[in-house]
Nanobody, 123 residues
Framework: QVQLVESGGGLVHGGGSLRLSCAAS????????MGWFGQAPGKERECVAV????????NYADSVKGRFTISRDNAKNMVYLQMNSLKPEATGVYYC????????????????WGQGTQVPVSS
């Protein structure tokens, strides 16, 4: 089992940057693909970034390509999401999740979830 705890959220001005962190517990963390999801108020949770077990492959939603970067440190059981050039429409709760099965682009592809961290982006 993997437990996940996100941190790093907070109010940011449009155009600003924020780095989210996800601390994982569990000896099998390094075997999981990991994803970051964003959920805007009243909308479905959407996958914004995915990283494979080794960190060698990353995939991004078109809406964040070139602005967001996902990374992981398996030695520290950590996953990160660097968010640059934030837009007000990025406002929402951000979750990290441990993958269950490919293609890892939908919430149903994930097994374990953190509690989320709020990211309000002002205009």
């Amino acid at each position: 089992q993997v437990q996940l705890v996100e941190s790093g959220g907070g109010l940011v001005h449009g155009g600003g940057s924020l780095r989210l962190s996800c601390a994982a517990s569990g000896r099998t963390f390094s075997t999981y693909a990991m994803g970051w999801f964003g959920q805007a108020p009243g909308k479905e949770r959407e996958c914004v970034a995915v990283i494979n077990w080794s960190g060698g492959e990353q995939n991004y939603a078109d809406s964040v390509k070139g602005r967001f970067t996902i990374s992981r440190d398996n030695a520290k059981n950590m996953v990160y999401l660097q968010m640059n050039s934030l837009k007000p429409e990025a406002t929402g709760v951000y979750y990290c999740a441990a993958g269950l099965r490919p293609p890892y682009n939908h919430s149903t592809d994930y097994l374990y979830w953190g509690q989320g961290t709020q990211v309000p982006v002002s205009s």
